[in-house]
Structure formats: C-alpha cells, structure tokens
C-alpha cells in the first residue's frame, strides 16, 4: 500500500476555485483507476470523480462540468480542479485507490 497525502482544501465564496492535490508515497502507475470521493457531515461518503490509467473519466452528475481529475503518474499525483464552487460542495474530500488506505482528506468549505 502507499500513503495518501490529500491537500489544497481551504476557505472559498460561492463561485470560486480551488485545486485539490492527492501525493502517493510511492508509484501509482499500476492502479487502473483513481477517484476523488467527499463526506460531508451526516451524509455517505461518495464518489465526486474518476479517472482511469488510459485518461478516461467519470464525474457525479452533482459537479460535471465543474470539476476535472487528472493523473500525473510521473509525479505519482492525482488533482481536482473545482470551479463554480457551490455551499452544498462543502466536505471532507478524499483521494481513493483499490485495494488501498484512505488518506485524511482535505476540508473544502464553501460559504459567503
């Protein structure tokens, strides 16, 4: 297993930017599949975005079209931009490999 390091949380107004970052501590060029899930307070963890190790993608229907994942196997990196954040985006977010720990998440909060 390698250890997840999740980071680029913070505070942000309804609209605004923020680019998330999930740091493996080892290579990450054989898992097929990454994802970006999020926990808000009394709700399920779920799925935000997906991306395959041949580029493909999947978003929730919640944040298509504002959120991208990409890989950078060479800096065994997984991101999320968010753009047009909105209040019910608020959460824990967390990075997800199989068979793999979870990390501990970074807060995205966003509010007026």
């Known amino acids: 297993q390698v250890q997840l390091v999740e980071s680029g949380g913070g505070l942000v107004q309804p609209g605004g930017s923020l680019r998330l970052s999930c740091a493996a501590s080892?290579?990450?060029?054989?898992?097929?599949?990454m994802a970006w899930y999020r926990q808000a307070p009394g709700k399920q963890r779920e799925l935000v975005a997906a991306?395959?190790?041949?580029?493909?993608?999947n978003y929730a229907d919640s944040v298509k079209g504002r959120f991208t994942i990409s890989r950078d196997n060479a800096k065994n990196t997984v991101f999320l931009q968010m753009n047009s954040l909105k209040p019910e985006d608020t959460a824990v977010y967390y990075c997800?490999?199989?068979?793999?720990?979870w990390g501990q998440g970074t807060q995205v909060t966003v509010s007026s």
């Open positions: 080892g290579s990450i060029f054989r898992f097929n599949v």
């Open positions: 997800f490999l199989p068979l793999n720990s």
């Open positions: 991306i395959t190790s041949g580029g493909s993608t």
